[in-house]
C-alpha cells in the first residue's frame, strides 16, 4: 500500500479525493481535542482504501477541505467505514450539517457475528490481523505542530489497518447472513439528528428529576441557557456546571441569586456575578413544560412483582444462552429493560419483531408463556421444549 506524506495543500487534496472516489469503499478516522472546548477541534484526518493511505492537516494554512467533505457526504456510490466512529461522523456533521452516507461502523458490525459489544480497535487488529498496534501516541496534542513523525504512522495505521480488516467482516456477514442486522443500526449512525446541538432539546439528555411539569420546564430551560453559555464561551457544558447541579436547581430553585452559594456545585461567587444574574432571569422566565413535551411513560406494563421478577431473570439468563448459541452481542438482540417489560405483559417491543423475533424474540415470548424451559446437558445450560398437554393447550386458549 502507497502511504503519502502529510497532505497539506488543496492541489494535493482534490488529487487524493479524485483517486479515491473511484473506490468501493474508504476507511476513516479523525484525531481531535476537545477536552477544553464546547466543539472538538479537528487536527488530522486519515483516509484509506485497500492501495493507498494519507493524512490530512486540517490546520494547514489554506487548505480546504471541501473535496474531502464531497467524497465523504455527497458522493454515495463509495462506502464509508469507520471503527466507533461517532465522534468521527459529529466532526463531518460540524463542519457541513450532513454526515458521511452510505456509513458501514466496524464496532457495530462485530456486535452481529461475536459477542463483543464494544470492541475496542486494538482488540479489533489484534483478533482479525494477529498484532498488537502500538497506541503509545493516543493522548499525545494533535493540535500542536509540527506532528512528529511516530504521531503520523500511528494516526495513518488505523485506517490501513481498517482497510486490511473490513473485508474480512464483510465476508462473515455474507457467510452469516447477517448483514441485514445492522441496516438499522447504520442507519441511526448517520442520521443527522443525533448529532445536531439543539440547545432546545439539550435538556433531554439529562436524567429528569420528575414528571412534574413545572421542574421540567425549569430544566428545559436551563438546559438550553447552558447550552448556549457553553457555546459562546467554547468550552465544555459541564464547566458551566454539572448535570447533577443542574438537575438540582430544576427541582429546588433558589428564591434569589444569593442563595446561589448554598447550591452544591456551583462556587461561592455566582451569589453575586453575572452568569448567575443570567441563571436566575432563566429560572424566572421559565414555564411549565407543554403536554404535548412531556416524556412518554416507559413501557413496564404491570408491576413485575417477585414472580414477574423471576421471569425476567430467566429471560436475560435465556438471552446469555442463545448469544452464547448463536455468537452474536446480546445488546444487539435486546435490553435489560426491555426484557422486564416483556416479563410484565408488554408485547409492543423491538425484540418481537422483524429478524430480532426470529432470532430471539419467539423463544423468549415462549419462555413467558411456560412453553420453554432450561436443561442441563454435559455440565452446560441449553434450552428445552415444553410439551403443554393438548387439553391444557385448548383451556389457554
Not at 479523525?30 to 488530522?44: A, D, G, S, V
Not at 486540517?58 to 455527497?74: F, H, K, N, Q
Not at 482488540?123 to 501516541?137: C, I, M, P, R, Y
Not at 426491555?338 to 415470548?365: I, Q, S, T
Request: aromatic fraction near 6%.
Amino acid at each position: 500500500m502507497k502511504i503519502h506524506d502529510l497532505i497539506t495543500t488543496t492541489a494535493a487534496l482534490s488529487d487524493l479525493c479524485e483517486r479515491l472516489a473511484k473506490s468501493d469503499f474508504v476507511t476513516v478516522d479523525t484525531e481531535f481535542m476537545r477536552e477544553n472546548t464546547y466543539w472538538p477541534e479537528l487536527c488530522l484526518v486519515q483516509i484509506a482504501n485497500t492501495e493507498e493511505a494519507a493524512a490530512i492537516d486540517p490546520l494547514a494554512d489554506g487548505i480546504d477541505l471541501t473535496p474531502l467533505l464531497d467524497l465523504l457526504c455527497e458522493n454515495e456510490d463509495v462506502l464509508k467505514v469507520f471503527h466507533a466512529g461517532g465522534q468521527d461522523v459529529e466532526i463531518v456533521y460540524n463542519l457541513t450539517g450532513k454526515t458521511p452516507h452510505p456509513i458501514f461502523d466496524t464496532q457495530v458490525a462485530m456486535m452481529a457475528i461475536s459477542q463483543s459489544e464494544q470492541i475496542g480497535y486494538a482488540n479489533l487488529v489484534e483478533s482479525w490481523l494477529g498484532f498488537t498496534v502500538d497506541k503509545g501516541a493516543r493522548f499525545t496534542d494533535w493540535s500542536r505542530r509540527p506532528l512528529t513523525d511516530r504521531q503520523i504512522e500511528y494516526a495513518i495505521g488505523d485506517v490501513t489497518h481498517l482497510s486490511a480488516i473490513f473485508p474480512k467482516i464483510l465476508k462473515k456477514l455474507f457467510k452469516t447472513g447477517r448483514g441485514a442486522w445492522l441496516d438499522a443500526e447504520m442507519d441511526k449512525l448517520a442520521d443527522p439528528a443525533n448529532y445536531a446541538n439543539d440547545a432546545e432539546q439539550a435538556w433531554q439528555r439529562i436524567r429528569a428529576p420528575s414528571r412534574n411539569a413545572t421542574v421540567l420546564g425549569r430544566l428545559k430551560a436551563l438546559a438550553a441557557w447552558r447550552e448556549q453559555e457553553a457555546q459562546h464561551k467554547n468550552i465544555p457544558r459541564g464547566r458551566i456546571m454539572r448535570d447533577e447541579t443542574l438537575a438540582d436547581l430544576a427541582s429546588h430553585p433558589p428564591r434569589q441569586q444569593s442563595d446561589l452559594v448554598k447550591v452544591r456545585g456551583l462556587s461561592a461567587a455566582w451569589k453575586d456575578n453575572d452568569i448567575g444574574k443570567r441563571l436566575m432571569k432563566v429560572l424566572e422566565r421559565a414555564e411549565p413544560l407543554p403536554a404535548s413535551e412531556m416524556p412518554d411513560k416507559p413501557k413496564r406494563g404491570a408491576p413485575l412483582g417477585k414472580e414477574g421478577a423471576l421471569v425476567a431473570d430467566l429471560l436475560k439468563l435465556l438471552l446469555k444462552i442463545r448469544s452464547r448459541e448463536i455468537d452474536v452481542a446480546a445488546r444487539l438482540l435486546t435490553r435489560s429493560d426491555e426484557m422486564e417489560a416483556l416479563a410484565a405483559g408488554v408485547r409492543d417491543l423491538p425484540v418481537l419483531k422483524g429478524w430480532r423475533y426470529e432470532v430471539f424474540g419467539k423463544d423468549a415470548l415462549e419462555l413467558v408463556e411456560g412453553k420453554l424451559g432450561f436443561g442441563v446437558e454435559n455440565g452446560r445450560l441449553k434450552m428445552t421444549r415444553i410439551e403443554v398437554p393438548e387439553a391444557q393447550a385448548q383451556a389457554a386458549e
